[in-house]
């Protein structure tokens, strides 16, 4: 059977982060995706324009009609607007013991409009942080979820500890931010049992809209059928080097990863 999973996130109008890039990513690896939406974006290449959070009901509504019916093989959460609604979504995952389960702690766009409320994130760092089996901060995230300052990898490498002994099972720490290393785009993977760095070329283009949404759907993905975490996280940036490689000129300002490049090739496509 399709291995079936769910991203918990906001929208984007723009096709290029959010959920549709969450389900246009598991379209392509060959898991059938579904989706709560969290909040509605109104947003392009160029930036958010508009919030629009869900009510609280019809966060919950969209969780109890998957629970009811699916059989769930992984989730991830992204955009999750403010500690309400994190709240609420930590009462399901609880309920419906949705693992393995990815937390993208989604805060700032790229653009710098707030995608959850600056005062949720002590919320989301009690409450939804220790749920994670692998949580997907980049360094401004990290510097908050640890309360380090990073400069270095030995920096990255005790930040991405810290979140451990806050209870997260595994960090993903991801170096897209880390304007100190203009060749190389490294990710630290720290576990309770040991510490990897994953290291791509840099590339140089502005198209990077989507790469942190996209890069932990890949690995959500990857998991949901049956490989263990560390191939998962490692086919994943593969793919995502692939994809940004490649972004298509799509919109006026920073645009999206080349998403169709992730095709899982099962042979039926041929
Ligand atoms: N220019 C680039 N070239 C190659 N890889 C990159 C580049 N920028 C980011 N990455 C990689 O993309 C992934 C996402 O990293 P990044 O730090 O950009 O996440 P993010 O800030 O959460 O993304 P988003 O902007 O979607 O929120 C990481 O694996 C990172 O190393
Ligand atoms: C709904 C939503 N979720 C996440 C992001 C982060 O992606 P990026 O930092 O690349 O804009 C986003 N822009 N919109």
């Known amino acids: 059977m399709r291995p079936q999973v769910i991203t918990i996130a906001g929208t984007d109008s723009g096709g290029g982060a959010g959920i549709q890039a969450d389900l246009k990513t598991f379209e392509e690896r060959n898991v059938f995706g579904m989706s709560v939406v969290v909040a509605v974006t109104a947003q392009n290449t160029k930036g958010v324009q508009g919030v629009y959070p869900m009510p609280l009901e019809a966060i919950t509504r969209q969780m ?13 959460t992204g955009m999750l607007v403010d500690a309400q609604r994190i709240e609420i ?19 700032v766009a790229k653009g710098g409009a707030y995608l959850v409320a600056p005062e949720a994130i002590e919320t989301l760092s009690r409450k939804l942080l220790p749920l994670a089996d692998l949580i997907t901060p980049n360094t401004p995230e990290a510097e908050v979820l640890s309360g380090l300052v990073i400069h270095s990898d030995s920096d ?43 290291e791509a070329d840099r590339i140089h283009t502005p198209h990077t809209h989507g790469t942190g949404c996209t890069l932990s ?20 940036k593969e793919l995502l080097t692939r994809a940004i490689a490649q972004a298509p000129e799509i919109g006026h300002g920073h645009g999206p990863v080349a998403h169709w490049l992730l095709r899982e090739d099962d042979g039926k496509n041929e």
Request: with cysteine.
């Open 89 to 107: 979504v930590v009462h399901a995952i609880r309920r419906y013991d949705w693992h393995p389960l990815v937390v993208d702690p989604v805060m």
């Open 217 to 236: 759907s890949l690995i959500t993905a990857e998991w949901a059928k049956g490989n263990d975490l560390e191939t998962s996280v490692r086919t994943a």
């Open 156 to 198: 990255r490498e005790l930040a991405a500890k810290q979140i451990i002994k806050r209870g997260a099972k595994a960090v993903l720490l991801k170096g897209g931010h880390d304007e100190a290393n203009p060749e190389r785009a490294r990710d630290c993977f720290v576990t309770k049992k040991r510490t990897v760095w994953l």
């Open 64 to 76: 109890e009609s998957l629970a009811d019916d699916f059989t769930v093989s992984a989730v991830k």
